[in-house]
């Protein structure tokens, strides 16, 4: 990485996923890293990091070449009040909440920034995130470069146009939350039958661990290794019959498309 100082507004868990990518592979040290949160127990927490702590949102842009701005979407009007008149148009600014678009930040400063709208995901916490980036047509390929490693250090990175990064938010965003969700139906029936919950929990997550291998590996398509799966006659046509009567992947489909269009309105 290069020498720019990277600010975080917001020090969260995507945060301090990030920080942790960028200290943990020592691609900048943890003093170039500027941090401001209202919360004073987060902020002392990076602090602890070594991160360089301030005490407001304008201090912290006026300093950043770089300024991530790590809150949610209902923050983001206040807190791009609060930069504007720190904010040069050379500075970069980095969104990573849903809905959160580049032009509506650039409209919230008033400033034609190079930008860089990001759907990460809170497995980026153990390094094993997945990132969507879209750059903005003014921005530097060293600048963006700078932007797409702070994710690509945690995880898988991809790079979309604009016009995908709401309808991204249900595939990567928000899905680690149907994961969950399905692993505790799948927990709450093994207990039902006398199972004991955290061996259900261990070999539910290796299961999902192998079936992610197997999807990214085997170079066989999900309709493929499903077949492979389900003998003929067999326990797990039973399963997914049940599944598909009661049109489980339609309702995962129709949860999706709700998830990007509460995007589209965060972004108005």
Partial sequence: MSNKRIGFIGAGNMATAIVNGIIGNKA?????????DLDS?????????????????????????????????????????????????DKVIVTIAAGIS?????KGLGKNCPAVRVMPNTPLLLGKGASALCRSENISDDDFKEVYDMFALSGEAVILPESQMNAIIAVNGSSPAY??????????????????????LSLICKTFEGSAEMLR?????PETLIEKV?????????????????????????????????????GK
């Fill in 230 to 266: 389900s003998s003929k006659g067999g326990t797990t046509i039973e399963a997914l019959k049940v599944l598909n009567e009661r049109e489980v992947p339609k309702a995962i489909i129709d949860a999706m498309a709700a998830c990007t269009a509460r995007a589209e309105e965060l």
């Fill in 179 to 200: 994961v969950y969700l399905f692993a505790k139906s799948m927990v709450d029936y093994a207990v039902s039958v006398g199972i004991d919950r955290d061996t259900a």
């Fill in 217 to 221: 590996s085997s170079g066989d398509t």
């Fill in 28 to 36: 900048k040290a943890a003093q170039d890293i500027s941090v401001f």
């Fill in 41 to 89: 127990a987060k902020l002392a927490l990076m602090a602890e990091k070594g991160t360089d702590t301030v005490s407001s949102c304008s201090e912290l842009a006026a300093k950043s070449d770089i300024i991530v701005l790590a809150v949610k979407p209902q923050n983001y009007d206040e807190v791009l009040s609060d930069i504007k008149d720190a904010v040069t148009e």
């Fill in 102 to 106: 580049i032009e509506y930040i650039r």
